[in-house]
């Protein structure tokens, strides 16, 4: 372990969930894909918005909820994120500054209005997510201080910013940095559609050994490598991958590291009450058992802790104190 | 029973709440009663803000709440309270018309910010209020509409209300309207030191008989008659309003009802996780089993059932369907 500022700084979407209820019937009706993510524009964020329940928001974005997971796991996290200078903005900053991360993007006027995310959460718990990315894709790479990634243990990329030009351009700008100053990179695909879209690109960054720890879904890691099995999928990602982790849902996580397979099973729960967030608080466990030197098999049962406690309850982030659940395995 | 367009029209403070968890010794350090409300200004609203935890944005109000409860009940409701034409606002527009409620009051941008409600929930399950009033104080007497409110069997005020100058006199407006259409008028106190404030202008309300339906805690009833028994000061007011209706945490509520007295048991309840709207879904069942013609002794239970459902969740509007705990009460 280094004696950095931050054990992990996270590039991501800035994004309010407004999180509704929502029957089959209505994602039949508007002829949405259960459980996947798609962008929308404005015009159609507000259409649908009428059409939907009533909202909860919290604040969420891929990797936001992740360093909210590593902060609540008593780690020092930072977020590099775009926010406009509206309500939502400030709900935003203000939700991620009081876990205790530090973050210093400034909002912007000149950007549109801050990202939402509707969530429909079907009574099956499933999450099925319809993002207006306004401002949050307008991140530019002047967000990113090299000096502060450089600071970091672990810098972690979230794949839904690869789609958007300047936010690739600010990630490809902190990656070279993290790449001088021996910060590891750790990137989460986030969605098979945005790989599908970036495959060869994804690929030469991984030849290139850019990327230190690769975060998937089944789904993700398959169209990755164009395979239809997730564990040959992995293997082929593994070839220019040090450490692959796949998520695999109530099956649990396996993570292929250095020529060896590690696997955990998912924590039992109670009840499941809304996904919305599982991904993200696995890769903030992972992410946590890595900064703190345990290994992949302590890290992928970090994870799976703090997966479990997100998905039983509505929202991306932990609502416990998730060093409770943590026991013994950080130490 | 009439046949009126609405069976419940509501006036009230148009609130988004913002839902935190605090420490007893967060409200200790800042000088907060625990389970009291308190008006805060934008820059105290500010600075708080900046002191307390993450939170989850939801629409409340008082007498939105109630109005929801109606709603989910099954009951037709209408809400009249002054927005800003901001974030905060487009939200709560939003979550009241997606319940079904009739809600026509135009946004202003002439009333500075929409209003919030910085709600602290302590480990014991305890809501303590901050309210910056904003926009909702600036609620005037052309948002009421003497049709519509002719159009409703019920009127709903809100005790908050009663505090600020234009929307006193808006809700004066509404009395008249009802008073010649035959609309019938309920009161909710709100809050002790509201009561505090306007005990004088309150009794004389009373003794013009402009009030049909009178809804109290113990503390709030106690503070109109300057009683230290709630059931001598229900007594007391009782002379002067023919339905005053107790509230009394989880002894239950009792009502007294032209010369009868009623009373309901706090209905069982599987975990406390958060008090906020309890009083308000109290009102919410027995204003749809007085809209029903249902009764006190079945419109205490319908109170009942409504608060028990929404002190197991976060936030202060129901998330199940009323209906199916109501059962045959509502026929």
Redesign the interface.
């Known amino acids: 372990m280094t004696d950095r500022c931050l054990d992990v700084l996270a590039i991501g979407n800035a994004i309010v969930d407004?999180i509704a209820?929502a029957g089959d019937d209505f994602l039949a009706r508007e002829g949405m894909h259960k459980g996947a993510m798609r962008l929308i524009d404005e015009a159609e964020a507000t259409r649908l918005?009428?059409a939907?329940?009533?909202?909860?928001?919290?604040?969420g974005g891929s990797a936001g909820n992740t360093v909210?997971g590593v902060a609540s796991l008593g780690l020092r996290a930072g977020f590099i994120g775009q926010l406009a200078d509206?309500?939502?903005g400030e709900?935003y900053a203000?939700?991620?500054r009081?876990?205790g991360i530090a973050f210093t993007t400034p909002m912007r006027s000149d950007v549109g209005?801050s990202a939402r995310c509707l969530v429909l959460v079907t009574p099956d718990a499933q999450r099925t997510m319809n993002t207006f990315l306004g401002a949050a894709q307008r991140l530019g790479p002047d967000a990113v201080d090299p000096a502060e990634v450089a600071d970091a243990q672990i810098l972690y990329l979230e794949g839904y910013l690869w789609d958007p030009d300047e936010p690739r351009r600010a990630m490809i700008k902190a990656i070279e940095a993290a790449h001088a100053a021996g910060t590891k990179v750790a990137f989460t695909l986030s969605d098979s559609f945005v790989v599908d879209r970036h495959r060869t690109d994804l690929w030469q960054l991984f030849r290139e050994r850019r990327v230190d720890i690769l975060f998937a879904n089944e789904a993700e890691i398959m169209s990755l490598a164009e395979h239809d099995s997730a564990e040959d999928a992995a293997l082929a990602v593994a070839a220019e991958v040090p450490t692959v982790v796949v998520t695999c849902g109530e099956q649990g996580a396996f993570a292929l590291s250095n020529g060896h397979r590690y696997a955990a099973a998912a924590e039992p729960i109670r009840a499941l009450v809304d996904t919305t967030g599982a991904g993200d608080l696995f890769a903030a466990g992972y992410l946590a058992g890595e900064a703190r030197g345990l290994g992949p098999e302590r890290s992928l049962r970090l994870g799976a802790i703090a997966a479990a406690e997100v998905i039983q309850h509505y929202?991306a982030?932990p609502?416990a104190d998730l060093r409770t659940f943590a026991g013994d395995l950080l130490g």
């Open positions: 407004v209820d918005y009428e939907m329940g009533p909202g909860r928001e919290l604040s909210a509206d309500q939502l709900i203000h939700d991620i009081s876990l209005a929202g982030r609502e």
